[in-house]
């Protein structure tokens, strides 16, 4: 569970450290006091997106840490093994954005990436938004909501894969039989083109060694005379050679060294440069026997050389691939002359793939089935409790017209509501009343939350639009919620708030230049006057103090 949240520089915050317990904990406040920034804030340590916008003006970053008690959270541990972090029963979570909008993420002290640390935070907490009920009419987020209560995840990727795998199939197809329905034309130019350079045979590096060849023969007249100049200078020479100058003061060098040895090792290497020198005439010697003037060689060199240069240039390519170009030709001959082989092996092959798809998305559909039944019957008592008596939903799960199939499968999901007895069921997104709707997204919210094995689950405003009897309902919903999980809500209904087992109390002070937010554990004397205040009037009195500790005492009691 969260076991406690630090926020610096954050929006209006200045500092704030917030010890956190089990059961149900709300937050109160007056409004504007940034109650929901604090939940902004732990959204941000998960793995939330940010900008700049975030840091406090005048700081130089926004920092927020979480801490979790993961005591008996097999996955979250799974996650840390796998990644190699050092965890006991302790996990912190350290977000930095910096004014320049550089964000940083740590998992205990180790540096990790955004979606690795929500991958992390979807073991540890799950946050409602107070704006959930303005997306439940999207039949996208419907489908979605659906696919979440009957954890479907690993039946969504097997259909995803599956019909990614089927389009590939189709793409692959529909290309081949565009090349096919131009085969006759484009084999009979294939063929003159292969004909033409498999005739020519080029050879994987000929060209580059025939350059090499031209550039010897061109040249061997002076290529001659350099290496007969060097001969005769090393070795050749009846004047002056290096092999008898540095034969002499090796002979020298031998004598002296009887007489010191400190010059042994330099008669030595005079003795080396000599054999280097006798080797070196020797290879040029060599070279000299193989020189030989051959126009007629340079001839074909250059032909040749010119044949590689103009068929690169009609064949667009350089000519050193030209191999490479009719090996490619050759594959595509191949491919054009069992055009019709291939097309049906690929036919066959799209066709095994839809297969495979349309009986993935088939479970997946009868799963949904499955949920949508179970949510009509959960959900529509939860309506019936929240005050819309004779009030139903209808989740109907349909196949999609024109057999628009997608990755999430064959389904359109969509959510029809009656509030009222002998009311027909419409879609949800027509329902008037705003209230209504927050009720109705309460209630499969609630239902949600209870099938989730997340330890720590946040409200955020989710009882916008209830009141009096209703709000008292919602609050025991969260407390029981509350029994076995860490629950934090922040509402403004006074109903909610009487049945926390904790209550933190957000207040805003300015001092007419800066403005902060603070929060503060209540005491039950404080408690009572904070329920108190939220019960209303500008004056509080003994009366609705009274009221506020009986509301208290009565939610103690059902306990």
């Not at 801490?67 to 977000?95: K, M, P, S, Y």
């Not at 995840?153 to 259909?159: C, D, H, K, N």
């Not at 509030?419 to 309460?442: D, F, K, M, V, Y």
Request: glycine share 8%; hydrophobic share 40%.
């Amino acid at each position: 569970m969260l076991t406690h949240l630090q926020v610096a520089n954050f929006a209006v915050i200045d500092r704030v450290d917030v010890e956190l317990d089990q059961g149900l904990t709300v937050l109160t406040g007056e409004t504007g006091a940034g109650k929901s920034i604090l939940v902004d804030a732990l959204g941000l340590a998960l793995g939330d997106r940010a900008d700049s916008s975030v840091v406090r003006k005048g700081a130089k970053s926004a920092e927020i840490v979480a801490g979790f008690d993961i005591t008996g959270n097999t996955r979250a541990r799974d996650w840390l093994q796998d990644q190699a972090i050092d965890c006991d029963e302790d996990l912190v979570l350290r977000r930095s954005i910096s004014a320049e909008g550089r964000s940083r993420a740590f998992v205990n002290g180790i540096n990790v990436s955004l979606q690795s640390l929500r991958t992390l935070a979807e073991q540890l907490v799950e946050i409602h938004g107070q704006h959930a009920h303005q997306t439940l009419g999207r039949p996208a987020a419907q489908r979605e909501l659906v696919d979440s209560v009957g954890k479907h995840e690993a039946a969504l990727r097997e259909t995803a894969l599956s019909f990614a795998a089927w389009q590939s199939a189709i793409a692959e197809l529909e290309s081949t039989q565009s090349a096919a329905d131009d085969r006759a034309s484009r084999l009979d130019l294939l063929r003159y083109q292969f004909d033409e350079l498999g005739a020519f045979a080029p050879q994987p590096g000929e060209y580059e060694a025939l350059n090499e060849q031209f550039q010897r023969l061109r040249n061997v007249d002076r290529l001659g005379q350099g290496a007969q100049a060097a001969l005769d200078a090393i070795y050749e020479s009846d004047e002056v050679a290096a092999q008898s100058l540095v034969a002499n003061a090796c002979r020298n060098m031998s004598e002296l060294s009887s007489l010191d040895p400190g010059l042994e090792k330099t008669a030595a290497l005079l003795e080396q440069a000599e054999i280097q020198i006798r080797e070196a005439a020797d290879a040029l010697r060599t070279y000299l026997g193989t020189l030989e003037i051959d126009p007629r060689r340079l001839t074909e060199v250059e032909e040749r050389i010119f044949g590689f240069r103009e068929l690169a240039r009609k064949h667009r390519t350089d000519p050193e691939t030209l191999h490479a170009q009719l090996a490619e030709m050759e594959s595509q001959l191949e491919d054009l002359e069992h055009a019709d082989e291939k097309l049906a092996a690929l036919g066959e092959k799209a066709a095994k793939l839809e297969r495979s798809y349309l009986k993935a998305a088939g479970a997946l559909s009868v799963k949904r089935r499955k949920v949508a039944r179970q949510l009509n019957d959960s959900v529509g008592a939860w309506m019936n409790k929240l005050g819309m008596i004779g009030g139903r939903l209808d989740v109907r799960i349909s196949e999609r017209p024109g057999g628009a199939y997608g990755p999430s499968g064959l389904d359109k999901v969509e959510f029809l509501v009656a509030t009222n007895p002998g009311q027909p069921p419409q879609p949800i997104s027509r329902i008037a009343s705003g209230g209504e709707l927050s009720r109705i997204a309460l209630a499969i919210r609630v239902i949600a939350a209870e099938g989730t094995v997340v330890p720590s689950l946040v409200f955020d405003e989710v009882d916008t639009g209830v009141g009096g009897g209703v709000a008292e309902i919602v609050g025991r919903c969260l407390r029981q919620l509350g029994t076995n999980r860490q629950v934090l809500c922040v509402t403004h209904l006074p109903q909610v708030a009487s049945q926390a087992d904790a209550h933190l109390r957000v207040n805003k002070v300015t001092d007419g230049k800066a403005t902060r937010t603070g929060i503060h554990r209540l005491d039950r004397r404080e408690t009572v006057e904070e329920i108190a205040r939220m019960l209303g009037g500008v004056e509080i009195t003994e009366t609705t103090r009274e009221h506020a500790r009986e509301m208290m005492d009565r939610a103690r009691e059902r306990a």
